[in-house]
């Protein structure tokens, strides 16, 4: 998981370059594989706190429902 969040935060590091240097290519690639590792990060969080987020979820709506 650790390598999913330096392979991101060097991707956002890329675009970032690439938006300072005024240069307009159009990286629409890049911006895929950002959607497609943050969608990776998601499903890697989702993989290791599924339990507890839907525990989160059901307590909260539990609350908001009076049960």
Aim: hydrophobic letters at 55%.
């Amino acid at each position: 998981m650790q390598s999913l969040v330096r392979a991101h935060q060097a991707l956002i590091n890329r675009v970032r370059a690439l938006a300072e240097s005024g240069e307009e290519r159009g990286d629409v690639p890049g911006w895929v594989l950002i959607t497609l590792m943050t969608a990776a990060l998601v499903a890697a969080i989702w993989a290791v706190a599924q339990g507890q987020i839907l525990d989160l979820f059901e307590r909260a709506m539990n609350k908001v429902s009076g049960i």
